[in-house]
């Protein structure tokens, strides 16, 4: 398996706020050019009555299939989600990048508001997704938000299964929520950067149903914790904000019995996500922690854009996984 050991990034990408931007930009689409084109867009039920949507690359010769979980307002086409999908079909897979609840396209489907804490919808979004190759195995590759939403698939597995499922990764995850959000809000340019893509999300979804109009007064806060706030004022399953933020944390002992493998990266550097609550978490037989000393947020980048260690991670685990 990839030694990790040796991760030292070059000097001009060690810089972590380097790494986090460089992890969305649009130059890593240089290395998987022509990959989204050939990709195959797929209406998914998640629930009775909710829709998602998902960009499959079937793989000629798959050895399984890792489904991807873009990060908090992300999407499939976003950078870091493309070049891992890419590096993994090269690595012999089948991959499928999912939309998560309440974001891009699946919030403009669904005319109801899906938190981020119903990761059921997310579960049986998959499970529609591989009935038709009930032989094939998979792994989850979840992203900062949507690897908090990995690790709670994986946390699950006792009690709902998906019999298919080999492996999860979680990349940079949000552990704590709460903790997450603080440190978007102390950093003026990744705060203006979420509350612009909020607001922009959250215009279009009022705009095609307006019945959510009474929701419009959420943007008028500056802060993400102000949005959140507001935004659960509406939700009548929480009493309040540390009713949510609990309903998706990850807790310390949560995968010391895990009944499937599940490898985490983060890095002690990471300027969106604090390490520690990663570090916290409790060790298991199943369980592997990556906490690297440089890395950003979703960037991992070695010595250059196309040398990445949480994607070479991924392709090394789950072959090993597999055997």
């Known amino acids: 398996m990839h030694n990790t050991e040796d991760y030292r990034p070059s000097i001009f990408l060690r810089s972590p706020n380097v790494q986090t931007i460089l992890a969305s930009s649009k130059l890593r689409n240089l290395y998987c050019r022509g990959f989204e084109t050939k990709a195959e867009r797929i209406v998914l039920r998640a629930g009775e009555n ?11 010769d798959p050895k399984g299939m890792i489904v991807l979980l873009h990060g908090w307002l992300g999407r499939p086409q976003s950078s870091y989600m493309l070049s891992a999908a890419k590096r993994l079909f090269d690595a012999g897979f089948s991959t499928a990048r999912l939309t998560l609840p309440e974001h891009a396209e699946a919030a403009l489907m669904n005319g109801e508001v899906v938190p981020i804490t119903r990761h059921d919808f997310v579960r ?4 529609n997704l591989i009935v038709s190759t009930p032989s094939l195995p998979i792994g989850v590759m979840g992203f900062s938000l949507g690897g ?4 709670r ?3 699950d597995m006792r009690y709902a299964p998906i019999s ?5 990764f979680a990349v940079s995850p949000a552990i704590d929520p709460e903790s997450t959000g603080a440190m978007i809000d102390t950093n003026p340019v990744f705060r203006r950067y979420f509350m612009r893509k909020m607001s922009k999300l959250y215009r279009m979804k009022i705009k095609l149903f307006p019945n ?7 943007l008028n806060h500056k802060t993400t914790l102000g949005v959140t706030e507001a935004f659960v004022s509406y939700l009548p399953e929480f009493a309040n904000l ?3 933020f609990d309903a998706y944390r990850i807790n310390v002992g949560d995968f010391t019995a895990s009944p499937i493998p599940v490898t985490l990266i983060s890095s002690d550097d990471d300027p969106i996500v604090l390490s520690g609550p990663a570090r916290a978490l409790r060790e298991g037989s199943n369980f592997e922690k990556i906490i690297t000393q440089y890395g950003g947020h979703n960037g991992f980048f070695n010595r250059s854009l196309g040398d ?3 994607e070479r991670v991924v392709a090394d685990r789950f072959l090993f996984s597999l055997k």
Do not use: D, F, G
């Open 212 to 218: 959510l109009a009474y929701m419009s007064n959420i």
């Open 308 to 310: 990445v260690l949480s």
């Open 124 to 127: 049986e979004a998959i499970q």
């Open 50 to 60: 909710l829709k998602t949507t998902a960009y499959v690359n079937i793989h000629p």
């Open 242 to 244: 540390r009713e949510y």
């Open 148 to 151: 908090n939403v990995a690790l």
């Open 153 to 155: 698939i994986a946390r």
């Open 164 to 168: 298919q499922l080999k492996h999860v």
